[in-house]
């Protein structure tokens, strides 16, 4: 069965170091990647996306992420966060064009000073 | 912003009674979703509509029902509340330009 894994549910990293959150997926082909966040109390925001090309995307906020075919992995990154990156993160992975999407657990991610 | 509004965007009911949920959207796109979010789930959808009158059932579909007879337009509906359905409700669009899905602000439901 298709799945989306995150393996992390909480992550603390403190300001100023690098975040990496995972991403798993058990997929036929390749898929449509994406990667979504949530602050508290409100909806989604796109953060970036993969279908296909340049395995290295890069999205908004300073936050990148890499397509794995071997591992099945989509791991999104940052360098360096900031105390407003607190919040919570999803993978999420549709099988085509407007197909309806998977999405994992979330990892939710709090920043200390 | 893609334009999507759902409302109410908070509502409390009781078990039993009946509750419809609007997504309305101003970009004419035909792909919309209904999803739900509890914690420790992420999202998982409920239903799903490809046009208008065209609509398919999700992974949680049980005691949900939707319509669409317009394509703005996206209608879930609870037939009888249980305290299981108390969730918050997100909508979505899928930009077909962009192969993109983007999400209304939620409705928060709580079933007492």
């Known amino acids: 069965a298709q799945s989306v894994t995150q393996p992390d549910i909480h992550i603390t990293v403190s300001e100023g170091a690098s975040l990496e959150l995972r991403c798993n997926y058990s997929?036929?082909?390749?898929?449509?990647l994406f990667w979504y966040v949530q602050s508290p109390g409100q909806g989604l925001q796109l953060l970036l996306k993969y279908f296909s090309g340049d395995t290295l995307v890069q999205g908004i906020k300073g936050f990148e992420a890499e397509f794995k075919r071997s591992q099945s992995s989509f791991n999104l990154r940052k360098p360096s966060v900031h105390w407003s990156d607190a919040a919570e993160y999803f993978c999420a992975v549709g099988e085509d064009s407007g197909y309806a999407l998977n999405f994992g657990k979330g990892t939710s991610l709090l920043v200390t000073p | 912003d893609a334009g999507i509004t759902q409302s109410p965007r908070h509502k409390v009911t009781e078990t039993g009674t009946p509750v419809t949920l609007r997504c309305h959207q101003t970009e004419n796109h035909r792909y919309m979703y209904w999803y739900r979010q509890d914690p420790g789930h992420g999202l998982r959808l409920i239903h799903y509509s490809y046009g208008v009158k065209d609509t398919d059932k999700g992974e949680v579909s049980d005691g949900y029902s939707v319509s669409r007879s317009k394509t703005e337009d996206f209608l879930l509906t609870l037939e009888s509340a249980t305290s299981s359905q108390t969730s918050v409700y997100f909508c979505?669009?899928?930009?077909?330009?962009?192969?993109?899905?983007?999400f209304g602000p939620g409705t928060r439901l709580t079933v007492l």
């Open positions: 979505a669009i899928s930009d077909p330009s962009t192969d993109t899905q983007y």
């Open positions: 997929y036929g082909a390749t898929p449509y």
